[in-house]
């Protein structure tokens, strides 16, 4: 990796150097922002593509699944890559790549070569490369942010999923309704700017596991160098590095147990959002309101993560983590009956408030204990499990709302499996004594 004396080096010798000021910090959190921007832009402007070249709705589906399909059969492997290869480097690579995926896009339509194979094309690269990209980049935080300014940083990082949520929807719609390759040009110039932006990142040469301290076997590997055995990519098998991974996942009984956690909620939770929408379309909730609707869950979802790290200094790790899992359950059993619309947003955006100071706090003790070694791995798992659960969630719901009979009944059966996980969460010694972060369960 590139070497350099960085934030959290020079910070060992006095007081650290604030997040806004850390360049390296700054580098990662405006890349991934980039590229979350980018997939909510591409998530919408694909599919009025397609409509607009009058394709059919098994091409809808087909573009859809492709892209979900591409990042949950790539992001195990990529944890294993991250782990063996130059996190910046690999960065930088997959950002140079979908500049080119869009850029071509974007060129073909300028042509008036369009073709749904190179759509199609493009999807699966955005989806692989956005996989590979994720786990890089979460495993990299920690080098370039110390211990004490970790639970901070992540928090930051919470809130930015919903900026893009919020932004990219309306951008991708203004810019496809004034020139139809407006979306994906303006895709390849957001990679572009992060992969020059990436080309200035340092990142220090050892990597400092941070589970028993820099430069120990147990962080770093047998001779404490920084690099655990096995991760250089030499002599050992990809499939025994990545079994190693899910070896050492479920080897943690904190971590084993909060993924399986967020992957039940996930789970409801998406399917939760699809059934409201057949609720609300039971009710002929117009289009205007239905958007803001759901526009209130990423708002709910911004501002809690703007206010992750006040709240994580005032509130105990366990009360956050039950916390949310019984407001998310209060929450979803007040909107079998209020009315559908703006009210259920509300509720929406209370519920998507706490999300993120539950996955802060996670997170934080995720990054915290595993060694640097095997952070892309645990990465990637967790990003299988998370991005497994988002892919069965609607179909789950729009199955509980047919099952069901309506929106209402179906709403009451994810209320109620929200109860289920909650009980199971209350009921865990694991989540009751969530340890704080900077420490190991004991």
Do not use: K
Not at 14 to 26: E, I
Not at 279 to 292: K, Q, Y
Not at 303 to 310: D, I, K, Q, S, V
């Amino acid at each position: 990796m590139t070497t350099a004396p960085t934030e959290t080096a020079a910070a060992r010798g006095g007081a650290a150097v604030p997040l806004s000021r850390n360049r390296a910090y700054n580098i990662l959190w405006s890349s991934q922002l980039m590229s979350e921007l980018a997939m909510e832009v591409a998530a919408v402007a694909v599919p009025l593509l397609i409509l607009a070249r009058h394709g059919s709705p098994l091409q809808l589906g087909l573009a859809s699944s492709a892209m979900a399909a591409a990042h949950m059969v790539a992001v195990v492997p990529a944890g294993m890559i991250a782990d063996r290869w130059d996190r910046r480097a690999l960065m930088l690579g997959c950002q140079l790549l979908r500049v080119l995926g869009m850029a071509s896009l974007a060129g073909a339509l300028l042509l008036d070569r369009y073709a749904f194979w190179h759509v199609l094309l493009v999807v699966v690269l955005e989806g692989f490369l956005g996989s590979v990209f994720d786990p890089a980049e979460h495993a990299a935080l920690p080098q370039v942010v110390p211990p004490d300014q970790l639970s901070t940083a992540v928090a930051r990082n919470a809130a930015r999923p919903y900026v893009a949520t919020l932004v990219g929807p309306g951008v991708a719609g203004f810019l496809f309704s004034a020139l139809p390759l407006g979306p994906f040009l303006a895709n390849a110039v957001m990679f572009a700017l992060s992969s020059v932006a990436l080309c200035f990142l340092r990142l220090p040469r050892g990597r400092a596991g941070t589970a028993a301290g820099a430069g120990t076997p147990d962080a770093n590997g047998a001779d404490g160098t920084g690099e655990a055995e096995g991760t250089d990519g030499a002599g050992e098998p990809a499939g025994r590095d990545i079994a190693a991974g899910f070896r050492w996942v479920l080897g943690q009984p904190v971590i084993r147990t909060t993924m399986a956690w967020m992957m039940v909620t996930n789970l409801v939770f998406s399917a939760l959002l699809i059934v409201l929408l057949a609720l609300s379309g039971e009710d002929r909730v117009g289009p205007g309101e239905l958007g803001l609707t759901m526009a209130c869950f990423g708002a709910g979802g911004l501002l809690g993560g703007l206010f992750a790290a006040r709240l994580h200094a005032v509130a105990r790790p366990p009360v956050i983590l039950l916390g949310f899992t019984w407001t998310a359950a209060l929450g979803a059993a007040l909107m079998a009956v209020v009315p559908t619309g703006l009210p259920q947003g509300a509720l929406l955006a209370v519920m998507a408030f706490f999300a993120p100071l539950a996955n802060t706090t996670v997170l934080t003790y995720q990054l915290t204990v595993t060694p640097d070694a095997l952070r892309g791995r645990m990465s990637g798992v967790a990003g299988f499990c998370s991005g497994g659960a988002g892919v069965a969630g609607p179909a789950l719901g729009g199955a509980l709302t047919g099952l069901a009979g309506g929106g209402t009944a179906a709403v009451l059966l994810c209320a109620g499996c929200l109860v289920l996980v909650a009980l199971a969460a209350t009921a865990s010694p694991t989540l009751r004594r969530f340890p704080a972060p900077g420490t190991r369960a004991s």
